[in-house]
C-alpha cells in the first residue's frame, strides 16, 4: 500500500510540475503515454524553433514546461522502421553506449512494472568530471499498432554506483512511427541538468546543436551496423528482429 501511494504522488508531482526531481517509484504508464501525446500535440503552435536542419527535414523547437526548458526534435527518415525498433526499442540504453559517444556505460539496477532503472555515466568536455545519471526507462508498442513505440525515461531515486562522482539528471521521451508514405517520423523531447559547476544556461545553449548533430551519428551507426543507405534506397536489406 504505502509503494501505491508513492507511485500515486510521484505520477502526479511528475505530470504536474514536469520537474527534474528523481523519483522512488514510476508513474503510472497511462498517464505518462498521455502526457507524451498531450505535448507532441501541442508542437509547433507553442513552441519556438531552436534550430533546423534540411537533412532529414530535422527541425528542433524549444519552450519551458512548468520550470524546466524542454527541447523537441522531429524528422524524417527513409530508413527501415525496423531498424528504428531494433535500435531503440530494444535494448534501448546498451546500443546508446555505442552510438553516442558520451555515455560511457549503463547497467540495469531495478525493475518494476512496465519501467526497468538504469544507472549511466555520461563523459563532458575537460575540465568537467563525469557525471552519473539514474533513470527509469519505459518501452511501449501502443495496442493494435506495430508501426509505432514509445519511449520515455525519467530521473530514477536509486542509489548510483560506489564509484560514482557528481549526479546529474535527465528526462526524455521518443515516439517513432511509420508513416502513411512509408517513411519514418521520429520525434525526441528532452530536458536535463548535468549539474555541478556546469551552469544550467550554458547547458541550454547547446542542446539544440547537439539534438541535430544525434541524428547523423545514430544514423551512421544503423548503417554500419544494419546496412547501407545504398541497399536502404534499393529496398536491398533483409533485416530480422532480435529475438
Not at 508513492?6 to 523519483?23: K, M
Not at 527541447?71 to 528504428?84: G, I
Not at 546529474?168 to 555541478?196: C, L, P
Not at 541535430?212 to 551496423?225: A, H, K, T
Request: charged share 25%; proline share 6%; glycine share 4%.
Amino acid at each position: 500500500m504505502a509503494e501505491q501511494a508513492v507511485a500515486r504522488d510521484s505520477a502526479e508531482y511528475t505530470l504536474r510540475e514536469f520537474s527534474l526531481q528523481p523519483i522512488p517509484v514510476p508513474p503510472t504508464t497511462c498517464s505518462v503515454l498521455s502526457l507524451v501525446s498531450e505535448i507532441i500535440d501541442s508542437v509547433p503552435d507553442s513552441w519556438k524553433v531552436s534550430k533546423s536542419s534540411a537533412n532529414y527535414s530535422t527541425v528542433v523547437y524549444n519552450k519551458v514546461i512548468g520550470t524546466e526548458p524542454w527541447y523537441l526534435r522531429r524528422s524524417v527518415h527513409d530508413h527501415p522502421f525496423e531498424w528504428f525498433k531494433r535500435a531503440l526499442y530494444q535494448d534501448h540504453f546498451d546500443n546508446m553506449v555505442k552510438y553516442y559517444d558520451v555515455v560511457k556505460s549503463a547497467s540495469l539496477a531495478k525493475e518494476s512494472d512496465a519501467w526497468r532503472a538504469y544507472t549511466l555515466k555520461y563523459s563532458l568536455p575537460s575540465p568537467f568530471a563525469e557525471r552519473d545519471i539514474a533513470t527509469w526507462l519505459l518501452t511501449h508498442i501502443p495496442a493494435g499498432n506495430e508501426n509505432e513505440f514509445i519511449i520515455v525515461a525519467l530521473p530514477a531515486d536509486i542509489p548510483l554506483p560506489e564509484d560514482a562522482t557528481t549526479r546529474a539528471v535527465y528526462a526524455f521521451f521518443h515516439r517513432v512511427r511509420k508513416t502513411e508514405d512509408n517513411e519514418v517520423e521520429w520525434i525526441v523531447g528532452q530536458t536535463s541538468d548535468m549539474k555541478g559547476n556546469l551552469p544550467r544556461w550554458v547547458q541550454n545553449m547547446s542542446i539544440a546543436g547537439i539534438l541535430v548533430n544525434d541524428v547523423q551519428s545514430f544514423l551512421g551507426w544503423m548503417d554500419d551496423n544494419y546496412g547501407s543507405q545504398e541497399e536502404v534506397e534499393a529496398g536491398d536489406h533483409d533485416f530480422q528482429m532480435a529475438e
